[in-house]
T-cell receptor, first 115, second 114 residues
């Protein structure tokens, strides 16, 4: 079974600085997708960024980027120019390829942004 | 579009009572998921519907839990009888297809069973 591990229960960053959240996963599949979701206090789960395993290029969405290391099964999220609105719980998630539908989530990292 | 709509937002009930959580997926989406979030276990998939048909209910904890999707625009998750260990946030999510399309989550129902 696939597992997703987020080793940092909590992280903090100063406003305007950069922070990196770690995620590792375990799978025997070659085709899969990785995601970072943000959960602010409102509870809404919001997709931040997505990476297809077959793509070598790291995904980027504005201030958010990933460092995808397929061989190491590592998928970290970098937030640049951190803003107060980035404060939230961040979840790493895995989904197998093809018609697979199940998302497997990590336990989350609580990010605090200090003004 | 209003997004995935869940009701109620909060539910407080006493042990042994029946609880019904409701979900309206995004119009046109044919896949619907119920997830449960707890501090101990994180986010877990409870059940998955495709075209209103339950495809995978292996995550449903036990017979006290049941889910239905009578039509494409409505789903319910029922717990009968409820127990304190059922206290959690229950999320409904919908998507178009089963591939890597964006999965849209509702705001969740915070359930407290006393």
């Amino acid at each position: 079974a696939q597992t997703v591990t987020q080793s940092q229960p909590e992280m903090s960053v100063q406003e305007a600085e950069t922070v990196t959240l770690s995620c590792t996963y375990d799978t025997s599949e070659s085709d899969y997708y990785l995601f970072w979701y943000k959960q602010p206090p409102s509870r809404q789960m919001i997709l931040v960024i997505r990476q297809e395993a077959y793509k070598q290029q790291n995904a980027t969405e504005n201030r958010f980027s990933v460092n995808f290391q397929k061989a190491a099964k590592s998928f970290s999220l970098k937030i640049s120019d951190s803003q107060l609105g980035d404060a939230a719980m961040y979840f790493c998630a895995y989904r197998g390829g093809g018609s697979n539908y199940k998302l497997t989530f990590g336990k989350g990292t609580l990010l605090t942004v200090n003004p | 579009d209003a997004g995935v709509i869940q009701s109620p937002r909060h539910e407080v009930t006493e042990m042994g009572q029946e609880v019904t959580l409701r979900c309206k997926p995004i119009s046109g989406h044919n896949s619907l998921f119920w997830y449960r979030q707890t501090m101990m276990r994180g986010l877990e998939l409870l059940i998955y519907f495709n075209n209103n048909v339950p495809i995978d209910d292996s995550g449903m904890p036990e017979d006290r839990f049941s889910a239905k999707m009578p039509n494409a625009s409505f789903s319910t998750l029922k717990i009968q009888p409820s127990e304190p260990r059922d206290s959690a946030v229950y999320f409904c999510a919908s998507s178009l297809g089963t591939g890597p399309e964006k999965l849209f989550f509702g705001s969740g129902t915070q359930l407290s069973v006393l």
